[in-house]
């Protein structure tokens, strides 16, 4: 999927392409699974019927050159599985309080290094961890002060998982990365919780990590 992304941008804008591409930054976009289909393994996808998927980004400069790059080829392959662009649908924005419940609609991976025989090694975290939390804000804050310049006046964001759906392992450049379904609520600075609604929570988000949808925009946390 990935791939596929980052193809359709460099069909409409090859200058933003290659600067997504070569940054070691964070990139701030995000999409989901895809839906409409059956993981079958190294033989690819089992198509129900209409497959799609949820793309996000805060930055214009991103998002218009993938819709674009879309409409200059809508034949293409996603792992091997020949498909036909039908339609693009844009989703009107969403009012965004400093209260709201979402749930995961691709896994959010969090990280932190350990040392293993005085070498740092990359470990993922679990809800269950407390760093999971203090490292999702961390990510929260690092990714306003790229896309704003600067640091919020306020920058406290809270979260609180009312259900862990299920973890997952994914492969990323030769490693396997344990990420999380979660339904979780966040409160706090509405214009940091906005930006992780459509740039994506936690890690790695421009590798198919993070995407939420809002299920509740209510003050009550239900748990």
Not at 96 to 109: L, N, Q
Request: include cysteine; aromatic fraction near 14%.
């Amino acid at each position: 999927m990935g791939s596929f992304i980052y193809s359709s941008i460099e069909r409409a804008n090859s200058n933003i392409s290659e600067d997504l591409h070569y940054s070691k930054d964070i990139k701030l976009f995000t999409f989901s699974d895809l839906k409409g289909v059956i993981p079958m393994g190294e033989k690819g996808l089992l198509i129900k019927d209409i497959c799609y998927f949820y793309f996000s980004s805060p930055r214009k400069d991103i998002s218009v050159p993938f819709i674009e790059g879309l409409f200059k080829n809508t034949s293409f392959h996603i792992v091997g599985v020949p498909l036909n662009l039908e339609s693009v649908e844009v989703i009107k924005d969403i009012d965004i309080y400093d209260s709201i419940k979402f749930k995961t609609i691709s896994p959010i991976c969090i990280t932190t290094k350990i040392n293993v025989d005085n070498n740092l090694k990359i470990w993922d975290l679990s809800p269950n961890d407390i760093k999971f939390y203090k490292n999702l804000e961390k990510n929260l804050k690092r990714k306003y002060s790229i896309y704003y310049g600067g640091e919020s006046e306020n920058s406290k964001v809270n979260f609180e998982i009312s259900r862990v759906l299920r973890s997952t392992k994914r492969k990323i450049k030769n490693t396997f990365h344990t990420a999380h379904y979660i339904e979780f609520r966040a409160y706090g600075n509405p214009d940091l919780i906005k930006l992780g609604y459509e740039s994506g929570f936690g890690e790695k988000n421009s590798m198919g990590f993070g995407m939420v949808e809002i299920i509740d925009t209510g003050a009550n946390f239900e748990t």
